[in-house]
């Protein structure tokens, strides 16, 4: 399965950029099939190396560290990128078809059904859902890419009948030539400004999930999403429509509390499911899509949607406390994600929001908050501070605090008996947290003590 991979590898002067997750399964996939290729290794992290025991002792890698890291890329063959590694202030006009990722050399070398998910929102509960659906028909299937997994982890365990859900983050389309046999988009919005020049430079990283697909693909498309049905007409790809609505041209669409898929009904939205909200469902009609798309058994398809449990820190159930239940939804990094997450929870009395400012226009959140029938906003800097100067203050308490300890001790003052706490913070957790992940953690922490 590797052979051409490897063969392409082969006579490469191969540059490592960046020594993350990714760098890391870069560079020992490349040293267990070629012991003795010079391979150099570039972060901006100051000694980075240090802790790689199996990297320190390697005679044939150079490692580059400090603010110089981004010098003399052009010196090599190939530059595997990492995709936390932003190249925004860098001119890259002289070697960008240099620069790859393991997702397009699986996609260019491999030859293996893949799967691609992405999507500003939803990606991750979308891949691993379709990921289990395939498990449970008996689908050789793997979950890889941005869910945590590198691709070059498990690429040996790939054989001709494997089938990849690919879990694919703009960082990772950035540079990307080739797409996946299914291509879901699942919305996009605006987020990590901080990261690319434009708003466009984002989209057009999104958007190539399905600009190098061929004729013989398939496109699966969110067309509520506005920026999405703005660029269906660039597809070359066989595509599918998704809305949430009826009565627009759409092949699974929503009528009559039924998900219709190509004129059949397929889904009883009314029936018990652990993924709450309408975000939710679109996310479901997707899946039904790929279900269709690979001929699966519809009844197990369903069955196996509705006992998914979801993802932790995506709208997870705490626990109650003193009468107050709690949801940890800090994988919440944009308004939208927030303003589905109110809409989907019930009775929520205390929204706590507020991260890194990214700039990010917060002006929808605000005027729903102000709408909503929220009591208490309890507001992290640095997006906290403007959402607390913006929102109107009538009839609603509006409290600024430093820390997330701080924001848990006072949603346990205001919050009213048998209502709902919510930390859905509509921002990213970078400068306060190592991640979002460890954000959510340490706000369940904070609610069970």
């Known amino acids: 399965m590797l052979d051409k991979l490897l063969?392409?590898?082969?006579?490469?002067?191969?540059?490592?950029?960046?020594?993350?997750?990714?760098?890391?399964?870069?560079?020992?996939?490349?040293?267990?099939?070629?012991?003795?290729?010079?391979?150099?290794?570039?972060?901006?992290?100051?000694?980075?190396?240090?802790?790689?025991?199996?990297?320190?002792?390697?005679?044939?890698?150079?490692?580059?560290?400090?603010?110089?890291?981004?010098?003399?890329?052009?010196?090599y063959d190939l530059i595997l990128k990492s995709p936390g590694v932003s190249l925004k202030d860098v001119d890259i006009s002289g070697f960008e078809d240099k620069i790859k990722s393991q997702l397009e050399l699986l996609l260019e070398f491999v030859d293996v059904f893949t799967i691609g998910i992405t999507g500003t929102k939803g990606k991750s509960t979308t891949s691993s859902l379709t990921y289990e659906v395939l498990k449970e028909q008996n689908k050789d299937v793997k979950l890889l890419g941005n869910i945590g997994v590198p691709v070059f982890e498990k690429i040996d365990e790939i054989n001709e009948n494997t089938v990849l859900v690919l879990e694919l983050s703009s960082h990772m389309l950035e540079f990307a030539k080739k797409a996946p046999n299914i291509a879901i988009l699942l919305n996009i919005y605006e987020e990590h400004l901080d990261y690319y020049k434009t708003l466009n430079d984002y989209i057009n990283a999104k958007m190539n999930i399905v600009k190098y697909q061929t004729e013989k693909d398939v496109a699966i498309l969110n067309i509520d999403n506005e920026i999405i049905k703005n660029n269906v007409s660039t597809c070359r790809a066989d595509v599918i429509k998704i809305s949430i609505n009826s009565g627009v041209d759409a092949d699974f669409y929503i009528e009559d509390g039924y998900i219709w898929g190509n004129g059949v009904k397929l889904y009883d939205i009314t029936q018990n499911r652990n993924l709450l909200g309408n975000h939710n469902l679109n996310n479901i009609m997707f899946v039904l899509a790929v279900s269709n798309i690979m001929d699966l058994n519809i009844e197990k398809t369903i069955e196996t949607i509705n006992t998914f449990k979801g993802l932790e820190h995506r709208m997870e159930y705490v626990g109650e406390v003193d009468g107050v239940k709690y949801y940890n939804d800090s994988i919440a990094t944009i308004p939208e994600s927030t303003i589905c997450t109110?809409?989907?929870?019930?009775?929520?009395?205390?929204?706590?929001?507020?991260?890194?400012?990214?700039?990010?226009?917060?002006?929808?959140?605000?005027?729903?908050?102000?709408?909503?029938?929220?009591?208490?906003?309890?507001?992290?800097?640095?997006?906290?501070?403007?959402?607390?100067?913006?929102?109107?203050?009538?009839?609603?308490?509006?409290?600024?605090?430093?820390?997330?300890?701080?924001?848990?001790?006072?949603?346990?003052?205001?919050?009213?008996?048998?209502?709902?706490?919510?930390?859905?913070?509509?921002?990213?957790?970078?400068?306060?947290?190592?991640?979002?992940?460890?954000?959510?953690?340490?706000?369940?922490?904070?609610?069970?003590?």
Not at 16 to 27: D, Q
Request: proline content about 1%; hydrophobic content about 35%.
């Open 342 to 449: 109110l809409e989907a929870i019930e009775n929520v009395d205390t929204l706590i929001v507020g991260g890194k400012d990214r700039g990010v226009d917060l002006e929808g959140l605000i005027e729903y908050i102000e709408k909503s029938s929220i009591k208490n906003v309890i507001c992290m800097p640095k997006t906290g501070e403007y959402i607390e100067k913006g929102i109107k203050k009538d009839g609603k308490e509006i409290v600024l605090v430093n820390t997330l300890e701080e924001a848990v001790y006072k949603a346990k003052q205001l919050t009213e008996k048998g209502k709902t706490c919510v930390l859905s913070p509509a921002a990213s957790s970078y400068g306060y947290f190592k991640n979002f992940e460890e954000r959510g953690r340490l706000f369940k922490q904070y609610v069970m003590n």
């Open 7 to 75: 063969n392409y590898l082969s006579d490469k002067k191969i540059l490592i950029l960046g020594f993350g997750l990714e760098g890391v399964s870069t560079y020992k996939f490349l040293r267990k099939n070629f012991s003795q290729m010079n391979i150099t290794i570039v972060d901006i992290k100051e000694n980075f190396d240090c802790d790689n025991k199996e990297l320190k002792e390697d005679s044939f890698a150079q490692c580059i560290y400090g603010n110089t890291y981004l010098e003399h890329l052009q010196e």
